[in-house]
């Protein structure tokens, strides 16, 4: 009962914010104007013999998060409500109740902000620190704290950061202090067609330890920085970054009462972004290494959001079902009873090339083509640049080609290959995988899109095929029904189906399926996930 009460309560509170929003919106009125945005996600589960599905207590799941903002010329303020009754299946056990998560006061000037309360950031590409929120994976990291910002002409940034970072509803104990300084050499010197900017982050990291872990040797302070360098001319850009992340300390599986109970590891970073846009063509090459890079918000927090930086893959992020089976996590560094990994090693390239209009390949109306190379592998030597044991390999080329008015085609081929022993051995599994998305638009208020999905593997589960159809009657309905089928093991149907509507700021939809075991990936990070059968009802409003 009192899971309903708060979901009502939460419910209701947006109807309250379009009261205030009304009242508030008129452009002459001083009195400023208020937003909001409500979003709830609700399951209702039902066992399932085939996928060994089994229900929470009550059959029930919901994620509820309403979020509201002040507005008033250089001056804003807002917070966040948020109630799990309970939380979705694969959430973070953190995640529970009703919280206000979120509050914040904020001046905004043309060169200088401060902000009071709760607020989100990142210092450079984010392997330093990074807060953020990604409902998708039930991530929420902010700071709640105090920040200043402070710039001079496009030439120097200045950040200044102190604050207490999230940990499932609260607040947690650890402090995190840390300033971040940009500062564009280009603008100095007169460059008009040249962008060159010097970077540099410090981030200190303080938890509170028990006196057994001071006394195994760990240090409640860890200091981390980062040195960048951004440069961009003519199309060509060039971004390189290193991290030191600090001290580390990883528990010992060994230890039976003698020798270190921590193995102490310096984390360290290094990372090159370079390529070219321009003429249709942009390719991109990212290489990166990573080695003990794992930075969380609570040291012996078990959570799988427990993170106070941002470590994506960097390789395609797939949306087709087929694609996404084994998808890629970064391996920032493990210690087990049977494995020691020190990070990963590797990189990508990305190649998109806008196929011209009127030439003999593109035709009449032009061709979009993309191709990726992504590989990773351990650190065979530790403090070394050597790679080991292949964790991860994709080959990939889609073309986007729109033969006519009405009827446009998207073909993918993806090459995958992965260890399933996170590169304890050499073993690796193989899938090669092929999707034809096809879209026709019959008039201007009703289209039909299909995808025809096969993925051909000797290994685990083995061949795959999937199909999906979605028909959309615009502005406002769109119906769809999909099905993934492991025919060449289980022999087990992963169907789904249902519909949306949507109508000004708010969209409803409704949807019923058998969904399996693996991973929810959103910005190269994943969750991880258990089977699950059962209908669900999602609903978004802005005001």
């Known amino acids: 009962m009192k899971y309903l009460i708060s979901v009502v309560a939460i419910a209701v509170l947006p109807w309250i914010a ?213 440069a961009e001319s003519h199309g060509f850009f060039l971004k390189a970054e290193y991290v030191d992340a600090g001290q580390k300390y990883y528990y010992n599986t060994s230890y039976a009462g003698e020798g270190e109970m921590y193995h102490k590891k310096r984390g360290n970073a290094q990372l090159i972004e370079t390529g070219y846009n321009g003429n249709g063509l942009g390719v991109n090459v990212s290489l990166r290494r990573l080695e003990w890079m794992d930075s969380k918000v609570v040291t012996q927090g078990a959570s799988n959001v427990n993170m106070l930086n941002y470590v994506p893959a960097l390789c395609t992020q797939y949306t087709y079902m087929l694609t996404t089976l084994h998808p890629y996590g970064a391996r920032t560094g493990e210690i087990t009873s049977r494995f020691t990994n020190s990070g990963e090693i590797g990189g990508q390239i990305d190649v998109f090339y806008n196929v011209k209009r009127g030439t003999w390949l593109g035709g009449k109306r032009g061709m979009k083509v993309h191709a990726n190379f992504s590989t990773y592998h351990t650190i065979a030597e530790e403090g070394t640049f050597k790679p080991g044991n292949l964790l991860f390999r994709d080959i990939s080329v889609d073309i986007e080609k729109q033969w006519t008015k009405k009827f446009k085609s998207t073909l993918l081929w993806s090459y995958q290959e992965f260890t399933p022993s996170y590169g304890a051995s050499r073993t690796t599994w193989l899938s090669n995988i092929m999707v034809a998305d096809l879209l026709y638009k019959f008039n201007s208020s009703l289209a039909a899109r299909m995808e025809l999905q096969y993925l051909v593997t000797f290994e685990d589960q083995k061949d795959w095929m999937a199909a999906l159809v979605e028909v959309s009657f615009a502005p406002h309905w769109s119906v769809y029904a999909a099905d993934m089928y492991n025919h060449g093991d289980t022999k087990v149907h992963y169907y789904n189906g249902g519909f949306s509507y949507s109508k000004s700021r708010t969209k409803v939809s409704l949807g019923y399926g058998r969904y399996k075991a693996g991973y929810i990936c959103s910005g190269g990070v994943c969750r991880q996930i258990p089977a699950y059968t059962g209908a669900n009802l999602s609903l978004t409003m802005l005001f």
Not at 45 to 56: E, G, H, I, L
Not at 107 to 116: K, L, P
Not at 123 to 143: H, K, P, T, Y
Not at 199 to 220: F, H, K, Q
């Open 18 to 230: 379009t009261t205030l929003y009304a009242e508030n919106t008129d452009s002459s009125d001083s009195r400023g104007y208020v937003t909001a945005g409500f979003e709830t996600n609700t399951n209702w589960y039902q066992n399932d013999s085939k996928t060994a599905a089994t229900v929470p207590d009550g059959n029930f799941g919901s994620n509820n998060h309403l979020k509201l903002d002040y507005y008033n010329s250089k001056f804003s303020a807002g917070m966040q409500l948020e109630a799990y009754a309970p939380a979705l299946v694969g959430y973070s056990a953190e995640l529970k109740g009703v919280a206000l998560t979120n509050f914040y006061v904020d001046w905004n000037d043309e060169d200088f902000s401060v902000t009071a309360g709760t607020f989100y950031d990142q210092f450079g590409s984010g392997l330093l620190f990074r807060s953020w929120e990604d409902r998708a994976i039930g991530l929420n990291n902010a700071v709640t704290g105090a920040r200043v910002i402070y710039s001079y002409k496009d030439i120097l940034n200045v950040k200044a950061l102190w604050g207490m970072p999230r940990y499932g509803m609260k607040f947690s104990e650890t402090q995190v202090k840390g300033a971040d300084l940009s500062f564009v050499l280009s603008k100095l010197i007169g460059l008009d067609n040249t962008h060159i900017a010097l970077e540099g982050s410090v981030l200190d990291r303080y938890e509170a330890l028990d006196a057994d872990r001071i006394t195994d040797g760990c240090l409640p302070n860890a200091t981390g920085w980062s040195a960048r360098v951004n």
